[in-house]
Nanobody
Framework: QVQVVESGGGLVQPGGSLRLSCSAS????????MGWYRQAPGKQRELVAT???????NYGDSVKGRFTISRDNAKKTVYLQMNSLKPEDTAVYYC????????WGQGTQVTVSS
């Protein structure tokens, strides 16, 4: 069993920045992938970014050039630095651990509004 916990969401003005954190604990296996996904009201959950244990990254088209995913393997933590935030970035952001099985966090709300 793996536990995934996100933190760092909140309210930010357009053009602002926010950093999300996600920590995994429990039966962590090597070679796992961690990622961020988001879901806005009335929309499907979509990919934000993923990162492998070898630090290979992949980003959704809507966040390329504005968001950066990183990880600290020793801390089993992944981060999402979000810059130049737009109102359309408003969503619940979920962290996912992908190893032998997939585990999701509970989500953290990000609201971009003036």
């Amino acid at each position: 069993q793996v536990q995934v916990v996100e933190s760092g969401g909140g309210l930010v003005q357009p053009g602002g920045s926010l950093r999300l954190s996600c920590s995994a604990s429990g039966s962590i296996r090597s070679g796992y992938v961690m990622g961020w996904y988001r879901q806005a009201p009335g929309k499907q959950r979509e990919l934000v970014a993923t990162i492998t244990s070898g630090f290979n990254t992949n980003y959704g088209d809507s966040v390329k050039g504005r968001f950066t995913i990183s990880r600290d393997n020793a801390k089993k933590t992944v981060y999402l630095q979000m810059n130049s935030l737009k109102p359309e970035d408003t969503a619940v952001y979920y962290c996912k651990y992908s190893g032998y099985r997939e585990y999701w966090g509970q989500g953290t709300q990000v609201t971009v509004s003036s």
